[in-house]
């Protein structure tokens, strides 16, 4: 299993993989071509299909266009064979030719895969793999879980955990402080306040149910 950190991220939302994803391929590129001012996005399958919805587009400026104009190529019939959310990027010169394409995959959670960079997806830590394994390492060793975690990762794990954790309420009271209509070109209107307020006056089970499909739309 990879870090705790690659999967509790902190990031740019509202998706992991279509905002999150793009957002970080925009980073690793732009380290490694630092001479670059002008860029040919092109979005492919999944990511071009419902990336307006997503604002896959504004997480990619957000990057790039700090550097110089960026034109996006959304292709949502074309799907590479290696994932459905596929992106490329690359520089275009002054006479309007591109070069330096490099193509990334937003494979979930945040995480990110590059053909012409492989490093770019990190490695596993955990030397465990199952449930029953970790249970066996916790009995034979007397200790708890979060101490098998703290034994693995490094020393500002629980400093790192503590940090998603505001991030998590922070996200959560902002989504049930606001009405009106979400970011984006489909004009969906925000329906978490009003699911909080629907909860709040049930009880027991069905009020823990409701706050929690709350809390979930808030993000």
Wanted: overall charge negative; proline content about 5%.
């Amino acid at each position: 299993m990879k870090s705790i950190r690659e999967i509790y991220r902190i990031g740019k939302g509202p998706s992991s993989s279509h905002t999150m994803g793009p957002h970080q391929a925009s980073k690793v590129y732009l380290a490694h071509h630092s001479d670059a001012h002008r860029f040919h996005v092109k979005l492919y399958g999944s990511l071009a299909a419902t990336g307006k919805g997503h604002l896959t587009d504004v997480a990619i400026n957000d990057v790039l266009s700090s550097v110089g104009p960026v034109e996006i190529e959304w292709l949502p019939k074309v799907f590479l064979p290696a994932h459905p959310n596929a992106m490329s990027i690359a520089i275009v010169e002054d006479d309007g030719t591109c070069r330096d394409e490099w193509t990334f995959y937003s494979i979930g959670g945040g995480a990110i895969r590059c053909e012409q960079l492989p490093s770019v997806e990190t490695p596993d830590i955990y030397p465990l793999n199952t449930m029953t394994e970790l249970l066996e390492w916790c009995n034979r060793n007397g200790k708890a879980y979060w101490e098998y975690v703290e034994e693995i990762e490094d020393s500002d794990i629980n400093n790192y955990l503590a940090d998603v954790w505001e991030s998590m309420q922070a996200s959560i009271e902002r989504g049930l402080d606001r009405e009106g209509v979400l970011p984006g070109p489909l004009h969906l209107r925000r329906k978490a306040a009003s699911y909080f307020i629907r909860a709040e006056g049930y009880k027991d089970v069905l009020r823990t149910r409701g706050l929690i499909f709350a809390y979930a739309l808030a993000v």
